[in-house]
């Protein structure tokens, strides 16, 4: 009886040595670099929040609420969805370098071991929470070119098939295991081309066919409450250190680095922005500052981990301008992007992402690659071929889920719910009730 029980605690001691061998081997936790990426995650997470007071202090007080509903909603549609299929699809075994096998679908397999293909020394689940994150804002980014204008109803569904048929390819293209463009040598850090030209291009492409706003160019259409943009636009700035130096995935030399990068580039282009407005326009606007401030963290994400402080100083002054120049010629060309979605995260991203070619260093991170002044003439044509290929996915694939919403369902409110504004009539609700007690 006795040998029977010391060869059962060998035999267990046998099974869990060879279980941890095979943990050393995938990849061992580090509590560190887990402690750091929940963090991260939470910061990213904040940024959403803080996308809807941003975007809900430049539009009208009669849509506050409504343009409030697109981002805090879609914190809950695509968290379910990212649970149901789109991390399957986005992260898992590739086929063919387009899209993921569904093994992780309903996160079968997502557990507590890390995953040596993606995080070797945090667990899996953890890994999936912050790439969840970058799902959630992506497609309230493109809600910034819709804004007082399309149905809510639409809106949701259009977000489900958006994530399912933009993000989730794009995400597997550039940073699964086996996609065709990460094979190639694409670099994107944190999300300059899935992230920023995705949503940038589909903002775009919505904002066209949904067509301008009643009164655009004809009448004022004045922010409601800069301050609430202002507050907004310092919640990105500060979760944006979780979406750029979390994706180091340690909290190591990389991590700081990206850190430092994020933070000088999106000072440059603040200060960019404010000046060549003070010369074109005589004065520097609030409104002016913090769309530079913006603009900047959008340029250095898919370089953050990639160049020195030096370079990210550099993209920040050019992608204050250059988002600058984008944003004021939109009256010329009399489109309705509300918010400057395409202005500033797809004309920004599509900056950073070739100034990603032109800056990179493999001083900076060994992973990555020498660009243009480093002489590595080949990932400067990667990167215009991953700009190119992303811009003609989402544009396309935008516009044909649009054309069949719009047949199913209908885009856009009625004249008169827009007239009237969507608080009232979509939610039935108002942002700011000014009567006194004594009225009521």
């Known amino acids: 009886m006795l040998w029977k029980r010391l060869m059962a605690i060998a035999l267990a001691g046998m099974a869990a040595t060879t279980r941890a061998a095979a943990q050393d081997a995938a990849g061992k936790i580090d509590t560190g670099d887990t402690a750091w990426m929940l963090v991260s995650c939470a910061l990213v997470m904040l940024m959403t929040p803080g996308l809807a007071l941003f975007y809900g202090g430049m539009v009208r007080q009669k849509n506050v609420l409504s343009t409030l509903m697109h981002s805090f909603t879609i914190l809950a549609v695509a968290t379910v969805h990212w649970a149901v299929i789109g991390y399957a699809l986005a992260f898992g075994p590739s086929l063919g370098g387009f899209i993921g096998k569904p093994v992780w679908a309903f996160l079968s397999g997502v557990g507590q071991e890390p995953n040596a293909d993606y995080a070797a020394t945090i667990p899996h689940a953890v890994f999936m929470a912050f790439q969840m994150m970058f799902a959630i804002i992506t497609p309230a980014l493109i809600s910034g070119a819709i804004a007082e204008r399309m149905k809510f109803s639409t809106f949701v569904v259009f977000v489900i098939c958006w994530l399912t048929l933009v993000y989730a390819p794009v995400a597997h293209w550039v940073w699964g295991v086996g996609g065709w463009l990460r094979n190639m040598g694409a670099l994107d850090f944190a999300g300059g081309t899935v992230v920023h030209i995705s949503s940038g291009v589909s903002g775009l492409v919505a904002a066209l066919m949904l067509r301008p706003r009643l009164g655009y160019l004809r009448e004022p259409m004045l922010p409601n409450n800069l301050t609430l943009t202002v507050l907004g636009a310092g919640l990105l700035w500060f979760g944006w250190f979780g979406f750029n130096a979390g994706s180091a995935l340690t909290a190591g030399g990389l991590a700081a680095s990206a850190f430092v990068a994020t933070h000088i580039a999106s000072a440059a282009a603040t200060l960019s922005w404010i000046i060549v407005e003070w010369l074109h326009r005589r004065k520097p606007s609030a409104l002016g500052a913090v769309s530079g401030c913006v603009a900047g963290l959008v340029a250095v994400t898919p370089a953050a981990g990639f160049v020195s402080p030096q370079s ?129």
């Open 312 to 440: 990210a100083l550099i993209i920040g002054l050019i992608a204050g301008a250059v988002c600058y120049g984008a944003v004021i010629v939109k009256p010329r060309l009399r489109y309705d992007d509300s918010l400057d979605a395409f202005g500033i995260h797809g004309v920004g991203g599509t900056t950073g992402a070739l100034l990603t070619g032109v800056f990179a260093s493999k001083m900076v991170n060994s992973a990555g690659a020498d660009g243009l002044i480093y002489g590595g003439f080949s990932l400067f044509n990667v990167q215009v071929l991953a700009i190119g290929a992303t811009w003609l996915y989402a544009a396309v694939v935008t516009a044909v889920i649009l054309k069949v919403l719009d047949a199913l369902m209908g885009l856009r409110v009625r004249e008169e719910e827009e007239v009237a504004g969507l608080d009232l009539t979509l939610h039935g609700e108002s942002g700011y009730n000014f009567m006194s007690e004594a009225t009521v």
